[in-house]
C-alpha cells in the first residue's frame, strides 16, 4: 500500500487511528476527557481534514488536466510518484 500513497498519507492515516482509539477508549470506560485533550482531538481532526481536503482537491484537478478540460496544465514529475499534470 505504501507504493500507492505518500509518507505523509500514512501518518495521516496513523494518527486518524490514534484518534480513535482514544476517542473509543474515552466512550466505552468512560475516561476524563480534560480540556486540553479535548483542544488536542479537535486540531488533530481538522488537521486530517485540512490534508484530505488539499489531496482531494489535487487530484481532481490532476484528472481535469489528463481530460483535457483546463488550457494550461504542466506535467511534473516526482521520482516516488507518477507522472502528474498540475494546473498552471
Known amino acids: 500500500m505504501m507504493e500507492k500513497t ?14 480513535l482509539i482514544f476517542a473509543l477508549g474515552a466512550v466505552f470506560f468512560a475516561a476524563v476527557v480534560t480540556f486540553q485533550n479535548a483542544i488536542g482531538f479537535m486540531v488533530a481532526m481538522v488537521g486530517v481534514f485540512w490534508y484530505t481536503n ?3 482537491s489535487e487530484k ?13 496544465c504542466v506535467v511534473l514529475t516526482n521520482p516516488n ?8
Open 6 to 19: 505518500s509518507a505523509v498519507t500514512y501518518q495521516v492515516v496513523g494518527h486518524v487511528k490514534t484518534i
Open 54 to 56: 488539499i489531496q482531494m
Open 81 to 88: 510518484r507518477k507522472r502528474q499534470s498540475h494546473l498552471l
Open 60 to 72: 481532481a484537478q490532476v484528472r481535469q488536466c489528463q481530460k483535457g478540460k483546463k488550457e494550461k
